[in-house]
């Protein structure tokens, strides 16, 4: 017989969340001290203090509230997962799918995967956090988030991975820039002129690789972590850049045309996947979500380009 219930695992996770037991106990819509009392006899069951409590200043998680709060989590969604099958409409998803997503990755692939979502699955909400890569690796250990976007570069060694698709990197180019008559380059061609370069982690690391794999190195004059950012830099004729992820427009921002080209140059393509947590179990939601990316982006060269032109 279990001695710890659902309802007291919840009130951990939630004042947990929340940092106070007050909130815990709002949001739950019951009483405080029955919130207070339900962890407590937790904490006895379980033989670990959960929680810090502060005088007037909320709670804070232990070394061992640390440790189990990804578990209690995970209980949750489990749990939230069982009822939904039991119910009579067990073949539609419903509740909420959180997902992570590098930065550099979310304007261009996750609205399209959303909206098949919510084609598909309308009872179903995704909840996205897009952030940098610390941030979304250590939630994801966290149990805040259930599955996550990323690039195939610097994960950890125990993730559980899926595949996407791998892109091959292109330079950009402003109009009227002088190489756009040739239809590909090489790095080698533009070694002296002014480079702008994606300086987000991992995308920093992997495009510096491909000019130490060509044997030069790069005219840095601008960085910086958006991508957006760089693009528009690269519309001003401030110099060239180096890239992975294709916009949908050749239009900037601020309204600047610029132009791709592909590169002739025998570089590491660079692959996309999704990342669950190590030992974690995929939900309905988290299979139906790696599925749906599969069908949207695998086996193309360009994905971005291919959803829009189906759309």
Not at 101 to 125: D, K, Q, V
Request: with cysteine; hydrophobic share 45%; proline share 5%.
């Amino acid at each position: 017989m279990l001695k710890v219930s659902l309802r007291q695992i919840g009130y951990f996770v939630a004042a947990a969340e929340t940092g106070s037991i007050a909130e815990a106990a709002r949001i739950a819509g019951v009483a405080q001290p029955s919130v207070s009392w339900a962890i407590l006899k937790m904490e006895e069951v379980l033989g670990v203090d959960l929680l810090v409590r502060h005088h007037a200043k909320g709670v804070s998680l232990t070394a061992a509230g640390h440790r189990l709060l990804p578990e209690a989590r995970a209980i949750l969604r489990m749990a939230e997962e069982f009822e939904a099958s039991a119910s009579s409409e067990a073949n539609e998803l419903t509740g909420t799918l959180s997902v992570g997503c590098y930065s550099t990755l979310a304007a261009n692939f996750m609205p399209p995967i959303i909206a098949e979502f919510a084609r598909r699955h309308p009872r179903l909400h995704i909840e996205m956090l897009e952030s940098t890569v610390d941030d979304v690796l250590a939630r994801l250990a966290g149990g805040e988030i259930e599955i996550a976007l990323a690039y195939d570069v610097d994960l950890p060694p125990d993730v559980l991975k899926r595949h996407i698709c791998s892109s091959a990197p292109y330079v950009l180019l402003c109009e009227g820039h002088r190489m756009l008559d040739h239809p590909a380059l090489s790095l080698r061609d533009l070694a002296d002129e002014p480079f702008i370069l994606l300086n987000s982690r991992p995308a920093k690391q992997y495009f510096l690789g491909l000019f130490e794999a060509v044997g030069i190195e790069p005219r840095i004059v601008h960085a910086s972590p958006s991508f957006e950012v760089v693009r528009s830099l690269v519309g001003q004729g401030l110099g060239y850049s180096v890239l992975i992820t294709r916009s949908p427009s050749d239009m900037t921002y601020d309204g600047l045309r610029v132009r791709h080209r592909a590169l002739t140059d025998e570089l590491p393509r660079q692959s996309m996947c999704t990342v669950r947590a190590a030992g974690s179990r995929a939900t309905r939601r988290a299979n139906a979500f790696q599925e749906i990316c599969v069908e949207l982006f695998s086996g193309r060269s360009d994905p971005v380009r291919a959803v829009s032109s189906r759309t």
